[in-house]
């Protein structure tokens, strides 16, 4: 079974068994689980459920296999002809995460 679901201000189209990486989610820590209410769409073929905005009362169960940093993000900004220039970056909070369970 597939779902569409959105978290983290992202879409995913997920299956049981597969692994995202996903922005943190605040407050887990590693082995902890996930639920995710925001379910778009649910089902595969024929009978595929889509919500308005979203389905009443599907959920999408995931594990938190690790939360860790992404590579560094390097943000350069430069004027050209006016000596302007600026090295800046930062690594982004992820968290891992695995589907366990799709449920409608």
Known sequence: MKATIKTQGRQF????????????????????????????????GADTKIGSPLVDGAVVKASVIENKRDKKVIIF???????????R????????????????
């Open 89 to 104: 970056g930062h690594r982004q909070e992820i968290s891992v995460i695995k589907i366990d369970s799709i449920s409608a």
């Open 77 to 87: 900004k430069k004027k050209k002809r006016k000596g302007y220039r600026r090295k």
């Open 13 to 44: 189209i997920v299956s049981e068994g597969d692994t995202l990486t996903v922005n943190r989610f605040p407050g887990t820590e590693a082995g902890s689980t996930v639920e995710i209410t925001d379910v778009l769409s649910i089902g595969e």
